[in-house]
Structures are given as structure tokens and as C-alpha cells.
């Protein structure tokens, strides 16, 4: 992905687009799929959600009440591009995530670990 957006740079540069293009078309939001894990859960990203795809079952998300397939579509402190910064962040750090399990919205309280291990698919 990091090549593609290099050749895309280096193309605008050919045509003469000026640097603000450019500094934009780097700062693009990852693409839909891009994983994102921490506090014992490993999820995707799914266009403004990201999709929960497995639980640590023992882990901080799990206890939380979160389930593989729910949705986070919100949380308090950022944009959902930087949940996964914030899953490995400080210990006993609360995140408060926005989830959507089918046509269900509620609001989860995450408190992180020492280790806020991620999982592995």
C-alpha cells in the first residue's frame, strides 16, 4: 500500500500538482480491511466501523461484553482511525466505544490491562 501511494505521489509530481495535493494524498485514511488489535481483540477495519473479528477470550474486551462480529462505530476521545493506538495504550486507561451488534447500538467501557495483549488470527 505504502508503493502504491509513493507511485501515485511521484505521479502527481510529473503533472505538477503543488505539494498541498500531495501532503493530502498522503495523509489518505487507511483503507477498508486494514487490521487493528490490542486489549485482546483483533478487528478490521470496514468502512466508518471497525468489525470485531476475535476475542481473547480471558482479555480486557471480552470482559467488556464485546462478541466477534459487533461493530465499533464510535468512541469517545478520537477517530476510530486511532482505536487501535488507544486498545494499547496505558493500563487501566476507560475507553468508552459506540458498538452496533445487528440493529443494537450501546455504549461499552473498556478498561485497558498491563499487557493489553493483542490476539493472533
Request: hydrophobic share 55%; glycine share 14%.
Given at each position: 500500500?505504502?508503493?502504491?501511494?509513493?507511485?501515485?505521489?511521484?505521479?502527481?509530481?510529473?503533472?505538477?500538482?503543488?505539494?498541498?495535493?500531495?501532503?493530502?494524498?498522503?495523509?489518505?485514511?487507511?483503507?477498508?480491511?486494514?487490521?487493528?488489535?490490542?486489549?485482546?481483540?483483533?478487528?478490521?477495519?470496514?468502512?466508518?466501523?471497525?468489525?470485531?473479528?476475535?476475542?481473547?477470550?480471558?482479555?480486557p474486551a471480552a470482559r467488556s461484553g464485546l462478541r466477534p462480529g459487533d461493530r465499533v462505530v464510535d468512541w469517545v476521545g478520537g477517530d476510530l482511525l486511532q482505536l487501535g493506538q488507544a486498545l494499547n495504550g496505558a493500563p487501566e486507561s476507560r475507553l468508552i466505544l459506540t458498538v452496533m451488534r445487528g440493529v443494537r447500538q450501546r455504549q461499552v467501557q473498556l478498561v485497558l490491562e498491563g499487557d493489553n495483549q493483542t490476539v493472533r488470527p
Open positions: 500500500m505504502i508503493l502504491s501511494r509513493r507511485f501515485l505521489m511521484v505521479g502527481l509530481t510529473s503533472t505538477g500538482f503543488s505539494f498541498a495535493a500531495l501532503r493530502a494524498a498522503a495523509a489518505a485514511p487507511a483503507p477498508a480491511g486494514a487490521a487493528i488489535s490490542g486489549a485482546g481483540l483483533s478487528g478490521r477495519r470496514l468502512g466508518s466501523s471497525i468489525e470485531i473479528l476475535s476475542l481473547d477470550p480471558l482479555g
